[in-house]
């Protein structure tokens, strides 16, 4: 959404489209409801840049965000994780999912990727 350039703010606000813009990260449920909401960060920063310096970046590092412990797959005795699916402005961690880069993907890493992205859009 375009905005009107912030009174006083030279070009913090300035984004790489070359418009004014704030940025919000929100992350939301397998249900789509949304959960952590952070509004208003400079739109000339990356997405990277504003979960770096979020308090949501800094429970997940610190382990207070409530993730709950690794469970068995449905109908398996295989053990995962919890974790977030995110584009690839954001860190691969423990409990961060992206797509893997590359211009020349393997095979391997187009069947991920295929799977990541039918689960970020399902």
Same mark, same amino acid.
């Given at each position: 959404?375009?905005?009107?350039? &912030?009174?006083?703010? %030279? ?14 990260? %929100? ?15 400079? %739109?000339?920063?990356?997405d ?14 610190? %382990? @207070? !965000?409530?993730? &709950?412990?690794?469970?068995? !797959?449905?109908?398996?005795q295989?053990?995962?994780?919890h974790?977030?699916i ?5 860190? @691969? ?7 893997? &880069?590359?211009?020349? &993907? @393997? ?11 039918? @689960?970020?859009?399902?």
């Amino acid at each position: 959404m375009l905005i009107k350039k &912030p009174g006083k703010s %030279g070009s913090l606000y300035f984004n790489y489209k070359k418009s004014f813009s704030m940025l919000l990260l %929100g992350v939301c449920d397998h249900q789509y409801r949304l959960s952590y909401v952070s509004f208003g960060d400079y %739109g000339s920063d990356s997405d990277g840049r504003v979960f770096e310096r979020s308090d949501f970046r800094e429970m997940l590092d610190n %382990g @207070t !965000l409530g993730i &709950p412990p690794a469970a068995p !797959l449905p109908g398996t005795q295989l053990m995962s994780e919890h974790f977030f699916i995110a584009d690839a402005a954001f860190p @691969t961690t423990e409990h961060i999912m992206k797509p893997l &880069p590359g211009a020349l &993907p @393997t095979m391997e890493q187009r069947v991920y990727n295929y799977r990541y992205k039918r @689960t970020a859009s399902d």
